[in-house]
Structures are given as C-alpha cells and as structure tokens.
C-alpha cells in the first residue's frame, strides 16, 4: 500500500522513509516527486504545501500532516473535504514543547535573561526571588500541548490559569474560556504562552487591546504561528516597557528577515522555529498506528475538523 512521502524543512526524507519502514516494513513509501503509478497511492505525509499535486492522486484515502499545526496545510489545493486529514500528534513533541516551555518560564521567573545582562556589564546585583506561586502563566489553547504544560508547570507549583476557545477542565488550571473570559484571564497572567491553532477567529490575537489587559511588566511567549501577533503592537508594547520581554520561535515572515528589528531587541529572545521538532523515530509510530486503524476500518485518531479549522 504505498504511500508518498513530501519532503519536511528539517528531516530528510531519507530520515522518514527509513523510520515508517522499520514502524511497518511492507509500507511501501515513495519520495515526491517520484511517485510511480500515482493511482497506487493511499496516503500522502505532508508538511509545507506541495503545490497542485493532490488532484493528480485519485485513490488518495488520508493525508497526514508531519507536523503539529495544521493551517498552512489547510491552504493546500486540492484537498478534498472527503480526504481526512490527521494531525500530528506524538508524546515526544508534545514533550519537546514543554521542555521549551518549562525553559523559558523559568528562566524569567528566575530573572536569567537580567542576570545574562549583569554578566555582560560585570555587574554583580543580586534580585528578589519570587516563589514560584506568585507567578501567574496563563496559557492561551489547552488542546494536548497546552494541557501538558499546564500539568508541568502547575506540578512545579506555578499558578497557571488556560485560556481556549470552549470550556475545558483540567486538574490544578483555572480555565477560562470564550472572548467574554479573555480578559479576566489576561488580568493576572505575568506570562502568557500562545499555543492556540491559527484559525480566522485567533489571527492576531496578541495585539494592542489584549497586550493592554496584561498586567504590567508580563512576558509573553508565542511557540504558535507569527501570525498570532501583531509584531508592531508587541514592538510597541516593549517600547513602552508594558510588556517586559518576548520570547518568540514564530514569525509572520520565516525565515524571520536579517532586518526584522526582533532580532537585535533586546528584550526579545528569537528562536527559528524550533520549540518542538517532530522526530521522524516517535513520530512514524503514530502515523503508522493511524494507518494499521485505517486498514482495519477503524476510526482514525486526531482527525483536523475543517469546521473548526484544527
Ligand atoms: C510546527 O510548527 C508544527 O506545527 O508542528
């Protein structure tokens, strides 16, 4: 049952071909663009748009994304609403994004990004440290990375509050939910992390009113999609010292221009995309277990729902 492999930005193909063979040898994976007989083809592993090549695979059955989110991919032509689409989703990614997380939460809970500044200028000054539940991390999108940060940091006894589009429920997390709770949630956050999917209705919601409904002096960190800020409102915002710091891996221009005034703030903290890579080892096992599901007319596990755009 062979199945086309598109090439990712950082794993070479060879990389996922070799890890879905040693998952499930008799799947016959084909790298684009040598696609064979494109009748034969079932399935289709995809990252960044691929251009007009969906319509020319008539017995495509499942496209599956090799990466978390999933809005460019919606933007693919010929995506057939019949054809679903799986979302990546894999225990060691979402691991990798609380790593990440956890990393930079602490790091300014425990002032390093002003100590790496000390350092420079020799200055020897020693600041207050806060315990760790004083500090407010206000999570925007509870789905599976969301919740596991939240466990992680709420387990290292940060208050952590979540933020999504419908109610949830999670151990040790006030959630709020809907655009009527946002700005209560936004109230107490002294850091806020953004790991909302990119739909219409969440394009540039850091902005302006809610950079203005945090408290003075919070952080905000975006491991989402560039397109979650508006980059002059949060420029804006630093200028003014309202917003303490960024810490941001995405960027509504990637790879983020040489002149982008990000890269030389010094308040901002510029990553290239990387919070989380997807590991072609942990990640086959999943598309894999996807693909024995579907030839067992089993439903298939973390289907993108077009209505809700993720
Ligand atoms: C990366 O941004 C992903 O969506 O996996």
């Known amino acids: 049952m062979p199945t086309l492999l598109f090439k990712s930005e950082v794993n070479s193909a060879h990389d996922w071909k070799q890890a879905l063979q040693s998952t499930m040898p008799e799947l016959e994976v084909r790298v684009w663009p040598e696609a064979g007989d494109r009748g034969d083809i079932k399935y289709a592993l995809i990252w960044t748009p691929i251009g007009d090549v969906l319509h020319t695979l008539p017995n495509l059955e499942v496209v599956f994304s090799l990466g978390a989110g999933v809005d460019h991919l919606l933007q693919q032509e010929g995506l057939r609403r019949d054809v679903p689409i799986v979302r990546m989703v894999d225990p060691a990614l979402t691991q990798g994004m609380s790593e990440y997380l956890l990393f930079h939460v602490l790091r300014y809970h425990r002032h390093m990004s002003e100590y790496v500044v000390q350092q420079r200028e020799t200055r020897w000054q020693q600041l207050p440290q806060d315990v760790a539940h004083t500090q407010h991390i206000g999570i925007m999108g509870l789905g599976v990375m969301g919740a596991d940060v939240a466990g992680k940091l709420a387990a290292l006894d940060f208050t952590v509050a979540g933020w999504s589009r419908r109610p949830k429920s999670l151990p040790g997390v006030q959630c709020f939910h809907g655009e009527g709770q946002l700005r209560t949630f936004l109230r107490d956050t002294h850091i806020l992390i953004c790991l909302l999917p990119?739909?219409?209705?969440?394009?540039?919601?850091?902005?302006?009113?809610?950079?203005?409904?945090?408290?003075?002096?919070?952080?905000?960190?975006?491991?989402?999609?560039?397109?979650?800020?508006?980059?002059?409102?949060?420029?804006?915002?630093?200028?003014?010292?309202?917003?303490?710091?960024?810490?941001?891996?995405?960027?509504?221009?990637?790879?983020?221009?040489?002149?982008?005034?990000?890269?030389?703030?010094?308040?901002?903290?510029?990553?290239?995309?990387?919070?989380?890579?997807?590991?072609?080892?942990?990640?086959?096992?999943?598309?894999?277990?996807?693909?024995?599901?579907?030839?067992?007319?089993?439903?298939?596990?973390?289907?993108?729902?077009?209505?809700?755009?993720?």
């Open 198 to 310: 990119l739909t219409p209705q969440t394009k540039f919601i850091i902005n302006q009113h809610t950079l203005a409904a945090l408290p003075r002096g919070a952080w905000v960190i975006n491991v989402a999609r560039g397109a979650h800020v508006n980059e002059d409102d949060l420029l804006a915002a630093l200028e003014s010292g309202h917003i303490a710091g960024a810490t941001l891996d995405v960027f509504a221009d990637e790879p983020l221009p040489a002149s982008h005034s990000f890269w030389g703030h010094p308040a901002v903290t510029v990553t290239p995309h990387i919070a989380s890579l997807t590991n072609p080892r942990t990640a086959a096992a999943h598309i894999v277990a996807n693909i024995h599901r579907h030839q067992h007319g089993e439903p298939l596990t973390n289907v993108v729902d077009w209505e809700k755009g993720y």
